[in-house]
C-alpha cells in the first residue's frame, strides 16, 4: 500500500475500496503492467492506415514505419500531438470563458457579472481598446471580442506574448516560433503531423515549441485573466484540504474537473435558502461544496472552498459513501467515475456538452440560465442525501488548513506594490531563486510523494516555491501552504515568509495559471532588464501524466526556464529527439527538460541550475 500514496486519507479508502471490492486506477494500472515498451517509447505510429507501425529499438527489426518514417520522425510526431492536444484543452478552456464575458457584456446572462472592473480595465488598456468613460459592458464586449479574435487572428502574433521582456521574443522571431493564433499553432501541428507532412524532429520540436507558446502565452493567460474578471482576483484565503472535509451530517457535493464557470455559481447556490430548507427537511444539517482537481483550485483561489483532493483522489471521494453527488465538466475525470458510483448512491452528473460519461447523467450547462441550473443540480444531491447508506460511509478524518490565493496582483498587494522587495530578496540571497512546481498525480509513482520531497528539499534550501494544480492541493494537504511552513525553511527564506505573513509554498491556482507565474517571471526580468532564461528560477512537474503537461513543459522551456520531469516521457525511443530536448535546446530556447523520477535528486538539480544562474548573473 504504502507504495500507492503517502497520503494517509487515500490510503485508508484504498483498504476501505478493496473491503467493498471497488477497482480504482492503481488496480487497473496493475492490470496494465507490464505497460507496452514500444508506447513507452515513443517509437509506434498510428497516423494513417498503412500501419500501425513500430520501430524496433533494439535494431534487431523494422528501422521505420511503411511510409518510411524512422524513429526520430514517429517519436517527434507523437510529442507534438500530445502538445497540440494539451494546448487545445487549455485553450478551448479560454475560449469558453471569453464566450462567458462577451455574453456577460450583451446582457445574455446575468449571473455573470463583471466582478473585477480595475483588471478588466487593465486588459483592456493591455489590449488598446478605450476605457474612459464607457460602460463597463461596452468596455467587456471589446475586450471579449478582441481575445475571441486571438484563436483565429490574422494579425502575425498573439496580443500576451508581448509581456515577455523584448529580448525573449527576439529569441522566438528569430527561430520562426512566434505564435501566430491559438487555433492556428493547433491545426497546423495536427497538419505537420498527418502523413507524408513534416518529418523533420527539428522542424516538427519547433512547430511543437510555437504550439506550446499559443498555449503559455495565449489560451492560459485568455483563461485565467477573464477568470479573473468575471469571477473575481484571487486574494489570500484559508480553507482545508483533504478528504476529511467532507462532511457526515451534511450534503455534499464534490465539483471536479476545470471551469470555474459552473463550479463558482455551485458555490453560490449551495447557500440557497429554499435549499438548505430542503437539506434540513431531509436530516442534513447543510450542504457541503468540495473541490477536486482544477475546478477545486478556482473555487479554493476566490472562495476559501474547501478541496477535498487531487487527481488520484476523485474515485476515493466517492468510496468515503458519503458523496451525493460529483459534478464534472472537462478534464481529469476518470471514465470510471460512474462505474465507481455504482457502487454507492453518488450521482455523477457531467455538465459540459464537450465531456458525457456513459453511466452518468448529463445534465447541459448552459450559463444563460446558470443560476437555475446549478441549483437543479444541487437539488438533486440534496434529494440523493435520503439515499445515502449510513453502513458504507467512513470519511477519513484527515484534513490539513491551507493558504491560498496568490495572483499575481495578491503577491504585489503582499509585497506593499511593486516587485522590487522580491527582487532585492533574491539579490540579496535571502530567496535564491524562485521554482514553479506544478502537475498532476500519476499512478505509477507513490501519490504526492514526489512533489513532497522536491517542494521541501528546496525551500530548505532557500527557494520559494510557486504551485498550481494537483502539486499545489499535495503542498496544501501536508500543510506547506501555511505560513507556519516556513519553520521547515532555510534561515533567508524563513525570514522573508514570516516578515510577509506568507507561506513559503504559494497556490497560485488551477493548471491555466501557470500563466500568472509566467506573468511573474516576465515581470522580474523586465525589471531587470534581462530575458527569463537569465534569472534564477526553475519549473518542474514531479508527477505528471497529462496531455497538458506536456504542452506545459514546452511553453516553460520555449519560455527560457529550465524545467525537470519526475515521470519519464515517450521520447526515449528516439536518442536525436531526446538529446535535442535536454541539451540541444539550451542554445536554442536558453533552456533544457530534464527528466529525473528521484525527487531529491531532481531537487539538487534545481539548486544547482538555480546556484549557476545567479553566478552568471553576478549574485
Ligand atoms: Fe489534471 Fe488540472 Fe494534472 Fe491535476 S494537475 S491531474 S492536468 S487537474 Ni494540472
New binding site residues.
Given amino acids: 500500500m504504502v507504495e500507492k500514496s503517502i497520503d494517509q486519507a487515500t490510503l485508508k479508502m484504498l483498504k476501505k475500496a478493496q473491503r467493498d471490492g471497488i477497482e480504482t486506477v492503481w488496480d487497473r494500472l496493475a492490470a496494465q503492467e507490464p505497460q507496452c515498451g514500444f508506447g513507452q517509447l515513443g517509437i509506434c505510429c498510428r497516423n494513417c492506415n498503412m500501419g500501425p507501425c513500430r520501430i524496433d529499438p533494439f535494431g534487431d527489426g523494422p528501422s521505420q514505419g511503411v511510409c518510411g518514417a524512422g524513429a526520430d520522425t514517429i517519436v517527434a510526431r507523437n510529442l507534438v500531438r500530445a502538445i497540440a492536444a494539451g494546448a487545445a484543452a487549455h485553450s478551448d478552456h479560454g475560449r469558453g470563458i471569453a464566450s462567458t464575458l462577451l455574453a456577460s457584456a450583451g446582457g445574455d446572462t446575468a449571473d455573470y457579472p463583471v466582478r473585477d472592473e480595475a483588471k478588466l480595465q487593465a486588459l483592456a488598456a493591455e489590449y488598446g481598446i478605450a476605457v474612459e468613460g464607457r460602460a463597463t459592458a461596452e468596455i467587456a464586449r471589446d475586450l471579449a471580442n478582441a481575445v475571441l479574435e486571438e484563436f483565429g487572428t490574422r494579425k502575425g502574433a498573439l496580443q500576451f506574448i508581448n509581456r515577455a521582456p523584448e529580448q525573449r521574443r527576439a529569441v522566438w522571431d528569430k527561430l520562426g516560433i512566434t505564435p501566430r493564433g491559438i487555433d492556428r499553432e493547433v491545426v497546423e501541428s495536427m497538419h505537420r503531423t498527418h502523413m507524408g507532412v513534416d518529418n523533420d524532429p527539428v522542424s516538427l520540436i519547433l512547430q511543437g515549441m510555437r504550439t506550446a507558446l499559443s498555449d503559455g502565452w495565449g489560451g492560459s493567460i485568455v483563461a485565467t485573466e477573464l477568470s479573473d474578471v468575471l469571477f473575481g482576483t484571487p486574494r489570500p484565503v484559508k480553507g482545508s484540504s483533504n478528504l476529511g472535509v467532507l462532511k457526515e451530517d451534511q450534503v455534499n457535493i464534490i465539483l471536479h474537473g476545470?471551469e470555474p464557470t459552473l463550479s463558482d455559481i455551485i458555490v453560490h447556490a449551495a447557500r440557497d435558502p429554499e435549499l438548505l430548507q430542503e437539506a434540513r427537511a431531509r436530516g442534513a444539517a447543510g450542504i457541503n461544496v468540495c473541490g477536486m482537481?482544477?475546478t477545486g483550485n478556482e473555487i479554493l483561489m476566490r472562495h476559501g472552498v474547501p478541496v477535498a483532493g487531487?487527481?488520484l483522489q476523485q474515485e476515493l471521494a466517492i468510496v468515503t459513501g458519503a458523496v451525493e453527488a460529483m459534478i464534472v465538466d472537462i478534464?481529469?475525470v476518470m471514465p470510471a467515475l460512474p462505474q465507481v458510483a455504482g457502487c454507492y448512491h453518488t450521482k455523477i452528473i457531467s455538465t459540459s456538452p464537450k465531456a458525457k460519461f456513459p453511466g452518468a447523467e448529463h445534465i447541459a450547462f448552459d450559463e444563460h440560465n446558470a443560476m437555475e441550473t446549478a441549483k437543479k443540480i444541487v437539488r438533486i444531491a440534496v434529494e440523493n442525501y435520503s439515499n445515502r447508506r449510513a453502513e458504507k460511509v467512513n470519511i477519513p478524518a484527515d484534513q490539513m488548513e491551507y493558504m491560498a490565493g496568490f495572483s499575481v496582483e495578491a503577491i504585489l498587494e503582499a509585497l506593499g506594490g511593486s516587485l522590487n522587495p522580491l527582487i532585492d530578496a533574491v539579490k540579496s540571497g535571502a530567496v535564491k531563486g524562485i521554482v514553479g512546481v506544478?502537475?498532476?498525480?500519476n499512478p505509477k509513482y507513490i501519490q504526492d510523494n514526489s512533489h513532497l520531497v522536491f517542494v521541501r528539499e528546496l525551500i530548505k534550501n532557500d527557494i520559494l516555491v510557486v504551485g498550481t494544480?494537483?502539486a499545489a492541493i499535495a503542498c496544501a494537504k501536508a500543510g506547506l501552504l501555511l505560513p507556519a511552513a516556513a519553520e521547515q525553511a532555510g534561515d533567508g527564506l524563513r525570514g522573508v515568509c514570516t516578515g510577509l505573513g506568507i507561506p513559503p509554498v504559494l497556490h497560485m491556482g488551477?493548471?491555466v495559471d501557470i500563466s500568472r507565474i509566467m506573468t511573474v517571471a516576465a515581470a522580474m526580468a523586465n525589471a531587470l532588464g534581462v530575458d527569463i532564461a537569465d534569472l534564477p528560477l526553475a519549473g518542474a512537474a514531479p508527477e505528471w501524466?497529462?496531455e497538458?503537461?506536456v504542452s506545459i513543459g514546452t511553453y516553460v522551456v520555449s519560455s527560457g526556464i529550465f524545467t525537470i520531469l519526475g515521470t519519464v516521457p515517450p521520447v526515449l525511443g528516439s536518442q536525436n529527439v531526446a538529446e535535442l530536448l535536454t541539451g540541444g535546446a539550451e542554445k536554442v530556447v536558453g533552456a533544457v527538460f530534464a527528466v529525473e523520477e528521484n525527487p531529491a535528486a531532481a531537487a539538487k538539480l534545481a539548486i544547482d541550475h538555480i546556484a549557476a544562474k545567479r553566478k552568471a548573473l553576478g549574485l
Fill in positions: 476545470h482537481c482544477c487531487n487527481f478534464q481529469c506544478v502537475g498532476c498525480n494544480g494537483c488551477s493548471c501524466m497529462s497538458k503537461a
